[in-house]
Each structure stands twice: as structure tokens, then as C-alpha cells.
């Protein structure tokens, strides 16, 4: 109540009148307008000491790699621009929030100083912040100038109707001169020239944030480029991530076929051979007796084959193998609980590790759905888009699925992320349900 009787007679907050400004209007009042400005004015006396060491480093250091003193003073010089390329990481955060990884550490073979010295002249970091230290004086030192004498000219002129008495009562002149020559001189001293100085100063003032911001942009990428991991250390990091989640995946299954073992088919089966030994004992007593336990063990040792046939059918079925994705969905489908169509528009088939990969994604989605979704109807969807194969499950269940929730899901998108694989999940509460899997496409053979 107290909030509507506010707004109602026009008393607002100053966060919902800044909210109501439009954003060219509050840019230049803007925390971060200000904090790339104040980045911009550090670059400069910064850079200014990156470039000094950098080079007196590296000149010193080549002019005594005739002897073995250039080897190590070239060394401390990169392994001192590693460390200005962490108080540079650290500033563009702080004022840029720009969050970049720390580069991937010195990779010593062997200890002592040799080994560090080895490492530091060997990584493609130590190089990378060189190059920083050099290129990035001359850009500080244009986006200095530009960013200051943007701010202040804008701000100067705007506020030229507050200060522009100072020229007649201490320069001696009428106001700010525009032109003046010998002979003639103009002035900005009359209420409409004043007036539009200070627009052209808004105007200034307007553009100047965004100008910086253009201006940071260039330091953002320098930044991230120079300063942050390479692609390649990157792509190694993925990759030991992604061969420890599929180290993790084939643990847990095999620790799945383990128990179901343990727990289904090894348990029938020592049962099996308990009433089979019964029976055999029996055999010349009550051969009555015996042959009802044979019949027993008969339907026993059906149920034990075909615990074993779904075992089989979790790992890899042999519909997959002998006929593909196409006749292997349909399979799933028919044994969900609700009537599925699947269609599957393939010219060939993929690799073997794709298909098996697709067939259990597709097979954990349509189980996910037969327990929680609450769906009459799914369609399965897969189709091959350049390199990439497409799975797309939709049902018209009750929606929420999350793979932030530690479900299934999550596990499903940890194994897609092992191959370079997508899943997307477009599941709003009340439904529908919509998740899409891309895998990347490595064909085997042509169908048919």
C-alpha cells in the first residue's frame, strides 16, 4: 500500500527515476560508464611501465645472449610480464567485468632454476604478455587522449552557461572565442549561442560513454587474447575433463552391469541350480515332485534369459548393430507407455559410438517420460544436419524437466559434453516438453 501511495502522488525512488531514464540519458551517470573511464586513465601511466620493462628487459636480454647472462635476464623479463599480465587480468575484472581464466601454468620438466628458466622461455604465455606490453602503449596512449578530451569538452561546454562570466570579468574578453583573427572575432556571449554551446556539450557528454566503451572494447579483446588461456590449452583442458567424464561414465556402467548381474540373473540362476539339485535328489523318491520342480526351473531359467536379453539390450542391442537407429528406436518406442512416433531421416549411419550414443540418449529421454512426464503422446526426430546429427524428444507431459535439478538430465548432458555434443532443454511447467541433442557426425555406411 505504502508503495502505490507513492507512485500515485509522484514519489519515487531514485532507482526507479533512473530506471525510467532511457539508457542514453543515464549512460554518463552510470557506475559503469565511470569505472571504463577510470580503466582508460590507468591504462596510460600503466602501459607506460609495461613497455619500459618489457623492453629494457628484452634489449638487455638479447644483448647478452652472447654470453650465458642474456638467457636468464630474458627469462625473469617474461616471467615479469606474466606478472604484470595478472594485475591486468585483475583490473579489466574489477573495472571491465570482464572475467578471464588465469593461462595455463609453467610446465617444468624437472626442478631447479634451469627447469623454470626452460618453462617460462618455452610457454606461449610469457610470449603473449610481451606482446601485450609492447602493442598496448600506443593504443593507451590514443584511447587516452580521445577519452579524456571527450569528457572534458563535453562536460566543459555543458556547463559553459554556469561559467562563461568568467571571460568578461577576468579575460578580458566577452566570452569563449570560436574564430578571431586580426580584424574580426566571434564570441560565444549571446543567450542563443550559449544555449547552443551547452547542447552541443550534451551532446558530447551523451556520446562520451559510449565512445569509451568502443574504446574498451579493443583493451577486452587485447585481454582475452593476449592475457587469457590459448585455444589450444583450452581445448586440452576440455578434452582431460571430457576423457574424466567418460572414465567416470563407463565406471558406472560397468558398475550397473555388475549389480543387475549380481542382483537379477546370478541370483535366478544359483536358485536355478538349488531346485535343480532338489529335483535330482527327488528323482527316485517322488518323481512327481521332481518333475513339478523341473517345470519350475524351466520357467525360472525363461525369466533368467531374458533378464539377460534386457541387460544385453541396456549395453548395446543387437537391433542397432544389425539394423540402425531407425529400426532400434522403434523398438524403445513400442515398449514405452505412451504411443510414440519415430521417425528417422538418415541417407547413411554414422559411427558406431555416435549411434550407440544416440540410441541411449533417446532411450533414457523416452524412460524419463514413461515415469515422470505424464505424456499421452512423444515423437522421436532424428536427422542429419551437415556434421552434426540431431535427436529431438517431444512430449506433451506436464513440462519442468531441468538439468540443474542433478536428474537425469545431467548425467545425459555430461556424456553428450564427452563427445562434443549438445542437449538443450526447452521444458516450461505445464508442458509442452521439447529437448534436442546434437552429436557430431562421423558416417560409417551408406543404408540400405
Not at 632454476?113 to 610481451?130: N, P
Not at 517322488?286 to 520342480?293: F, G, H, L, N
Request: hydrophobic share 50%.
Amino acid at each position: 500500500m505504502a508503495t502505490d501511495y507513492g507512485q500515485s502522488y509522484g514519489f519515487l525512488d531514485e532507482g526507479t527515476r533512473r530506471r525510467r531514464l532511457p539508457m542514453g540519458l543515464r549512460a554518463p551517470f552510470e557506475g559503469r560508464a565511470w569505472r571504463e573511464f577510470g580503466y582508460v586513465l590507468l591504462s596510460l601511466p600503466i602501459s607506460i611501465v609495461l613497455f619500459t620493462y618489457a623492453v629494457t628487459m628484452v634489449a638487455v636480454g638479447a644483448g647478452l645472449l652472447v654470453t650465458f647472462l642474456g638467457i636468464p635476464v630474458l627469462a625473469a623479463g617474461l616471467a615479469g610480464c606474466r606478472g604484470f599480465g595478472a594485475m591486468e587480468r585483475a583490473r579489466a575484472r574489477g573495472l571491465l567485468g570482464l572475467e578471464v581464466a588465469d593461462p595455463e601454468p609453467l610446465r617444468m620438466r624437472g626442478n631447479g632454476f634451469l627447469a623454470w628458466m626452460g618453462a617460462v622461455l618455452k610457454s606461449g604465455t610469457s610470449w603473449r604478455t610481451l606482446l601485450y606490453s609492447v602493442i598496448h602503449l600506443p593504443w593507451s596512449v590514443f584511447s587516452f587522449v580521445v577519452a579524456v578530451n571527450f569528457w572534458a569538452y563535453g562536460w566543459a561546454l555543458l556547463t559553459y552557461p554556469l561559467w562563461f562570466w568568467l571571460f568578461p570579468v577576468y579575460g578580458g574578453q566577452d566570452g569563449l572565442q570560436l574564430y578571431g583573427d586580426e580584424t574580426h572575432h566571434i564570441y560565444l556571449d549571446n543567450p542563443f549561442e550559449i544555449g547552443v554551446t551547452a547542447l552541443v556539450g550534451l551532446l558530447f557528454t551523451l556520446a562520451t560513454p559510449w565512445i569509451v566503451r568502443a574504446l574498451t572494447m579493443v583493451d577486452r579483446v587485447m585481454v582475452h587474447g593476449l592475457l587469457g588461456p590459448s585455444r589450444l590449452a583450452t581445448r586440452v583442458v576440455e578434452l582431460e575433463s571430457d576423457r574424466g567424464v567418460v572414465v567416470d561414465t563407463a565406471a558406472a556402467d560397468l558398475r550397473r552391469i555388475e549389480r543387475d548381474l549380481h542382483d537379477g540373473a546370478q541370483a535366478r540362476l544359483v536358485a536355478l541350480a538349488m531346485d535343480l539339485g532338489l529335483a535330482k535328489e527327488k528323482l527316485t523318491e517322488d518323481p512327481e515332485a521332481a518333475a513339478r520342480m523341473v517345470d519350475e526351473a524351466h520357467g525360472e531359467v525363461k525369466t533368467a534369459l531374458q533378464e539377460l536379453r534386457d541387460l544385453a539390450r541396456g549395453i548395446h542391442p543387437a537391433v542397432l548393430t544389425d539394423r540402425g537407429l531407425d529400426a532400434a528406436l522403434s523398438a524403445v518406442a513400442s515398449r514405452c507407455t505412451v504411443s510414440v512416433q519415430v521417425e528417422v531421416d538418415l541417407v547413411e549411419r554414422p559411427a558406431p559410438a555416435i549411434e550407440g550414443i544416440a540410441y541411449f540418449t533417446v532411450s533414457e529421454l523416452l524412460q524419463n517420460i514413461s515415469k515422470h512426464s505424464r505424456a499421452t503422446w512423444a515423437a522421436v526426430d532424428v536427422w542429419r544436419v551437415e556434421n552434426r546429427l540431431m535427436l529431438q524428444v517431444v512430449d506433451n507431459g506436464v513440462g519442468g524437466a531441468d538439468t540443474a535439478a542433478g536428474s537425469g538430465l545431467a548425467g545425459l548432458t555430461e556424456r553428450l559434453d564427452a563427445v562434443d555434443g549438445i542437449l538443450v532443454v526447452d521444458s516450461p511447467v505445464g508442458g509442452p516438453t521439447r529437448i534436442t541433442a546434437e552429436l557430431p557426425w562421423r558416417g560409417e555406411r551408406a543404408l540400405g
